[in-house]
């Protein structure tokens, strides 16, 4: 297996609202989309999911 590269910044504290993708502030990949919805659950591999609008 790859090894996991870690995300920088800091996790939002439980409860807080976001609106959008909940990792824009710590993304290095975002754009516009990422900070007004919530990107849709998207299997990129058998049995792996995520919610990226960089993988549509």
Known sequence: RDR?????GN???PGTE????SFL???TEHFAPCRGQVPP???V???H????WQVQ
């Open 4 to 8: 996991l590269v870690p995300i920088e």
């Open 11 to 13: 996790v939002p504290e």
């Open 18 to 21: 976001i609106e959008g993708c």
């Open 25 to 27: 502030e710590r993304c």
């Open 41 to 43: 659950l998207t299997e």
């Open 45 to 47: 591999q058998p049995g």
């Open 49 to 52: 999911w995520v919610r990226c």
